[in-house]
């Protein structure tokens, strides 16, 4: 099993950044990605970013359109950790966002989800 634990989320100003953290306990040898969803109020999960971790030696990363210019993922393997950089956040860009963990063969996992606020 994996558990995914994230941290980073608070209220923050439109313009400003915030840096969310995605830490992976357990079998995270198993895990060959991991990423970010959203979800808005009344809105379905959606795609943020997602990068690849099985292979150490190059990232493959995956961005939304809607973020690409504002937003970075990176990972450190070491600390089994993901990052989500987020600058120049904007309203839209408040909901829950949720790690992910891909995992061939066994079920993916989800953490449980931080709070981001952006006030305009």
């Known amino acids: 099993q994996v558990q995914l634990v994230e941290s980073g989320g608070g209220l923050v100003q439109a313009g400003g950044s915030l840096r969310l953290s995605c830490l992976a306990f357990g079998s995270v040898h198993t895990i060959n990605a991991m990423g970010w969803f959203r979800q808005a109020p009344g809105k379905q999960r959606e795609l943020v970013a997602t990068?690849?971790?099985?292979?150490?030696?190059?990232?493959?990363?995956n961005v939304a359109d809607s973020v690409k210019s504002r937003f970075t993922i990176s990972r450190d393997n070491a600390k089994s950790t993901v990052y989500l950089q987020m600058d120049s956040l904007k309203p839209e860009d408040a909901g829950v966002y949720y790690c992910y963990a891909d995992r061939p063969v066994y079920e993916e996992a989800w953490g449980q989800g931080t709070r981001v606020t952006v006030s305009s």
């Open positions: 990068i690849s971790t099985a292979d150490t030696t190059s990232d493959t990363t």
